[in-house]
T-cell receptor
Framework: DTGVSQDPRHKITKRGQNVTFRCDPI?????LYWYRQTLGQGPEFLTYFQNEAQLEKSRLLSDRFSAERPKGSFSTLEIQRTEQGDSAMYLCASSLPVRTGLTNTEAFFGQGTRLTVV | RKEVEQDPGPFNVPEGATVAFNCTYS??????FFWYRQDCRKEPKLLMSVYSSGNEDGRFTAQLNRASQYISLLIRDSKLSDSATYLC???????????FGQGTTLQVKP
């Protein structure tokens, strides 16, 4: 399967625990995005990378959230001291970079990691 | 004001109907635009890109109005299988950040 893969697909954790999610993008894609989605809402931007560089992190994201992409390939998203409000679907997507003459760079999504904090 | 705004619906239409969704975006530097489709409990998937001159793909037509910062999606001859949430997506220019609207839910009924 050459699409975006995320692991785990589901995670149930107790409030206060730390969780880490992994995303493997499509191999030739150097842009990688993390989104969070709750029921009835569109995906909410969390952060994104070009290669190993984190280009932006949402101001809505607390310091409990951190993401890395150490070698410019897979990425991890960690949530520390989870709260019930963190329960959501966490989506990863990858794309080619925007550049001159190639503006319509669609993003391909993984199937997501559904987090439930109890 | 949200960066990308959509009417959440739901839109309930009979089979065969024509339905139109609208989307507005706030950042005039936005460079590329897309419509994604999301089925219940699935990941979003690209439906179509939106080009400046407007584009059509079968029963689906997308339009872009840069002056009004407005995007639309028209679905003709609706099918039951068109029932889904349609997400308007904007790429914020040089930053490349993709921003999603809230999504518009479509329910096509027999």
């Amino acid at each position: 399967d050459t699409g975006v893969s995320q692991d785990p697909r589901h995670k149930i954790t107790k409030r206060g625990q730390n969780v880490t999610f992994r995303c493997d993008p499509i191999s030739e894609h150097n842009r990688l995005y993390w989104y969070r989605q709750t029921l009835g809402q569109g995906p909410e931007f969390l952060t994104y990378f070009q290669n190993e560089a984190q280009l932006e992190k949402s101001r809505l994201l607390s310091d409990r959230f951190s993401a890395e992409r150490p070698k410019g390939s897979f990425s991890t998203l960690e949530i520390q001291r989870t709260e019930q409000g963190d329960s959501a679907m966490y989506l990863c997507a990858s794309s080619l970079p925007v550049r001159t003459g190639l503006t319509n760079t669609e993003a391909f999504f993984g199937q997501g990691t559904r987090l439930t904090v109890v | 004001r949200k960066e990308v705004e959509q009417d959440p619906g739901p839109f309930n239409v009979p089979e065969g109907a024509t339905v139109a969704f609208n989307c507005t975006y706030s950042n005039s530097a936005s460079q590329s635009f897309f419509w994604y489709r999301q089925d219940c409990r699935k990941e979003p998937k690209l439906l179509m890109s939106v080009y400046s001159s407007g584009n059509e793909d079968g029963r689906f037509t997308a339009q872009l109005n840069r002056a009004s910062q407005y995007i639309s999606l028209l679905i003709r001859d609706s099918k039951l299988s068109d029932s889904a949430t349609y997400l308007c997506v904007v790429n914020l220019g040089n930053t490349g950040k993709l921003i999603f609207g809230q999504g518009t839910t479509l329910q096509v009924k027999p």
